[in-house]
């Protein structure tokens, strides 16, 4: 069984003084935070968690949550981080659905509907309260395991599925570290280094900023949430950072002359409009387009430092410890960071759906190419496509003709019904602040076949994009039908 030296312990062993966690009002350096996590750990024991367990928790981000996170690694459990964008009923569901042994919420809501769905219950604030003087050993020395199994199962991770009922990602530890191990591959992470904590610790990508700085023996930027990333960016003065297509676009708006200090900057979580690329290539950005997903612990291929702007129109080479190949247009992948499966009725300690194909790869579902450099071009989602009037219409290639358009920020199809053809597409559209709003038919009739060109052409919701990896395309698809029949 190989096993990884845990990186807190490590770390807080060889340079206690290290910084491990950034906030806007002070910083952790790693003994404090080994010593902050050893107390939640013999927390977590009293509450009855045990290793294989599943703890279900709603993660802020915040110093408490990471804290939280790297204990119940520690005991051994298995991390569920619940989406904070659920109702409060469907967030009990998904622990229930994940076979949570211990429920840890932040507020009476959740916690009596948790209770009475059967489920243990714990405070945050309680679970998580640093002790008064950090420095201080106040739990058993036996129960910080220095080295951890990277076979145990570390988390079940709620799929950002763009229809339908999530799945539940169950990862092992050494999926993480795999995945960490091959960023750091291409976008190295050291000492000194600080990486910024701007995507949610309930998605796969939050995950991965942990992993990546503690192997590094780096920071975690934790904002202040009711900063913007371009306000964090200026006052934390991170070194990395993670972003969607939303926090690029904004950050390019509110502080184009803000990022001096930063050395890369990934982009992820969709497709990043070409207008988008274009005004951060322009003014010099160190960006690194990249494809990923849930099942593979998060990115799959990156592009590498200083790549041009034709290669920061793929989705880059793939990375050290995963495989990748095309299957009828399918992406299909495999490797280390390839997750364990899906969670089954008896919940993630119990039996998981395994998810590969008959020789061991797994398909994305998403359909794309290699080029002659082994560089990836993500094309569009298989499930995506639907049928007009016995044609075959690609969502994608209408979002990408529309990005092209001048003052567009973002863009959006979806397919709803339609009694003559079956289905037609209806688009949504972001404006830039600075742009001329104007009558996109034209432009897109030049560009695409008739069948293609939208029905209508709507603003975009912010709440289908504000907060998300990914555009919320059932809110769209419900927003479409709405405006169709008014």
Known sequence: MSHLDDPL???????PGREALRTPSGHWTYAELDAWTQVVEGRLLSAGCRPGSVVALEAVRDPRSIALLWAVWRV???AAPLNLRDPTAQRVTTARRAGAHLFIGRDEEVMTQARDAGLRTARLAAITESPEDLATPVADPTMRP?????DARATAVSTSGSSGQSKIAVHTLGNHVYSARGSAENIPVAVGDCWLASLPLYHV??????FRSAMGGASVAVPDGGHSVAESIQTLRPTHASLVATQLGRLLERAPDAIAHVKALLLGGSAIPPGLLDRAVDRGWPVHTSYGSTEMSSQITTTSSGADRDTLTTSGQVLPHRDLRIVDERIQVRGKTLFSGYVATEGAAGRLRDARTGDGWFDTGDVGFLDEQNRLHVTGRADRMFVSGGENVHPEEIEAELARCDGIGRAAVVAIEDETFGERPVAFVQWRPDAEVRDLFVE???????YKVPDAI?????AAVDGRMKVDYDLLRE????LRNE
């Open 9 to 15: 312990i490590v770390t807080a062993t060889a340079s």
């Open 479 to 482: 927003a479409a039908r709405k």
């Open 458 to 462: 709507h603003r975009m919701p912010d």
């Open 444 to 450: 897109l009739r030049q560009a695409l076949a008739g």
């Open 146 to 150: 220095r080295r951890l199994p990277l």
């Open 205 to 210: 990508g939050g995950l991965a900023i942990l």
């Open 76 to 78: 051994g459990a298995i």
